[in-house]
């Protein structure tokens, strides 16, 4: 009992779900790692080469995005827009924001290096909003992207910065499942003038329900434990569903056919030690077979989202080296589409 309401689940570290079906998302891990969940305030000066703004597209919803511009390179003409990626954060569906210094100490060294303007999406969270509500936000800000694209809802830093002939979907662990998602509904529909040029899925959280090899095999990380799947699976997925829904498994037997999918080229991201990497190389196999444009990444040694925590990444010249080749792997897909 905490404050008078009973807990009916906890994901340590986390959050805790009460039985009035309130969360408490505060963070009680280790004391040293707190501050990678620590929100970070916009700020439209340049810092370290890259500007950020927040803006609310719906206030009544909660629908906002964090927007990153890098600083001009002096070999890029001041005329030249940028490519767009459109992120979708990871969490299970469960935690974690775009404004978290995990994501703004990522997500600034990629906009400087690959020189790009990023649009974060603040996704709204399960268990309050099971799927496949952070999918339906996803493809909401897709749709926001064509508005502003279309001098329906200016937005000055996209206006003077992008460029929406090259916009590009990426998302990390369970955004990575919704790049899938935003990818195969644009493809059914006229984006003009948005083009999506591509999608980049980073670890994306690609399950079973028959659980895999590397699932059962590999070593647990902090910031990924098979505790942590099943409970943050149990809690967004709709009440009932197993890991065979489509939006978990888009390779699976429940999902339409990827034959069947308008898909832009795709890059998957992979890491060696991750739990997940089966059912990831797997989607990778059912794309190639469905004769989808589809390349891997491997980053060799590395767990689930190793290139968040930024105490291992300053501390392991591994894990730094694999950081760089992330980002470098990134800015050559976009650089090639």
Same mark, same amino acid.
């Given at each position: 009992?905490v404050?008078?309401?009973?807990?009916v689940?906890?994901?340590p570290?986390?959050l805790?779900?009460?039985e009035?079906?309130?969360?408490?998302?505060?963070?009680?891990?280790?004391?040293?790692a707190?501050?990678?969940t620590?929100?970070?305030?916009?700020h439209e000066?340049?810092?370290?080469?890259?500007?950020v703004?927040?803006?609310?597209?719906?206030?009544n919803?909660?629908?906002?995005?964090?927007?990153?511009?890098?600083?001009?390179?002096?070999?890029?003409?001041?005329?030249?827009?940028?490519?767009?990626?459109?992120?979708?954060?990871?969490g299970?569906?469960?935690?974690?924001?775009p404004?978290?210094?995990?994501?703004?100490?990522?997500?600034?060294k990629?906009?400087r290096?690959?020189q790009?303007v990023?649009?974060?999406? !603040? @996704?709204? /969270?399960?268990?309050?909003?099971? +799927?496949?509500t952070?999918?339906?936000?996803? $493809?909401? *800000?897709?749709?926001?992207?064509?508005?502003?694209?279309?001098?329906?809802?200016p937005?000055?830093?996209l206006d003077n910065?992008?460029?929406?002939?090259?916009?590009?979907l990426?998302g990390?662990?369970?955004?990575?499942?919704?790049?899938?998602?935003?990818?195969a509904?644009?493809g059914?529909?006229?984006?003009?003038?948005?083009?999506l040029?591509?999608g980049?899925?980073?670890?994306?959280g690609?399950?079973?329900?028959?659980?895999?090899?590397s !699932? @059962?095999? /590999?070593?647990?990380?902090?910031? +990924?434990?098979?505790?942590?799947?099943?409970? $943050?699976? *149990?809690?967004a997925?709709?009440?009932?569903?197993?890991m065979?829904?489509?939006i978990?498994?888009?390779?699976?037997p429940?999902?339409?056919?990827?034959?069947?999918?308008k898909?832009?080229?795709?890059?998957?991201?992979?890491a060696?030690?991750?739990l997940?990497r089966?059912?990831?190389?797997?989607?990778?196999?059912?794309?190639?077979?469905?004769?989808?444009?589809?390349?891997?990444?491997i980053?060799?040694?590395?767990?689930?989202?190793?290139? !968040?925590?930024?105490?291992?990444?300053?501390?392991?010249?591994?894990?730094?080296?694999q950081t760089t080749?992330?980002?470098?792997g990134?800015?050559?897909f976009?650089?090639?589409?």
């Amino acid at each position: 009992m905490v404050s008078g309401k009973k807990i009916v689940e906890v994901v340590p570290g986390w959050l805790r779900v009460f039985e009035d079906g309130t969360v408490d998302r505060t963070w009680t891990g280790p004391t040293e790692a707190e501050f990678m969940t620590k929100p970070v305030p916009p700020h439209e000066d340049f810092i370290d080469g890259v500007a950020v703004r927040d803006v609310a597209i719906d206030p009544n919803q909660g629908f906002a995005v964090r927007i990153y511009i890098p600083e001009r390179n002096r070999d890029i003409q001041d005329q030249e827009k940028l490519p767009i990626i459109l992120h979708f954060h990871g969490g299970g569906f469960c935690i974690s924001r775009p404004d978290w210094f995990m994501y703004y100490n990522f997500y600034t060294k990629l906009v400087r290096s690959a020189q790009v303007v990023c649009v974060s999406v !603040f @996704l709204r /969270l399960a268990p309050e909003y099971r +799927l496949p509500t952070a999918c339906k936000d996803g $493809f909401a *800000a897709f749709l926001w992207l064509m508005s502003v694209a279309l001098g329906e809802c200016p937005e000055p830093w996209l206006d003077n910065f992008a460029d929406f002939g090259r916009v590009f979907l990426i998302g990390d662990s369970t955004g990575g499942n919704i790049v899938h998602h935003v990818a195969a509904r644009a493809g059914a529909m006229n984006t003009e003038p948005v083009k999506l040029a591509g999608g980049i899925a980073i670890h994306p959280g690609f399950q079973r329900a028959e659980p895999s090899k590397s !699932f @059962l095999e /590999l070593p647990e990380t902090p910031l +990924l434990t098979r505790d942590m799947i099943s409970k $943050f699976m *149990a809690l967004a997925l709709p009440k009932g569903c197993t890991m065979d829904h489509p939006i978990i498994c888009p390779m699976g037997p429940d999902a339409p056919s990827l034959a069947g999918l308008k898909l832009p080229p795709m890059m998957v991201v992979v890491a060696e030690k991750d739990l997940l990497r089966d059912t990831e190389l797997e989607y990778c196999e059912a794309m190639k077979e469905a004769g989808k444009e589809v390349e891997v990444l491997i980053n060799e040694g590395m767990g689930h989202s190793f290139y !968040f925590d930024k105490i291992a990444v300053d501390n392991d010249p591994e894990t730094a080296d694999q950081t760089t080749k992330l980002i470098e792997g990134i800015k050559s897909f976009i650089d090639r589409h």
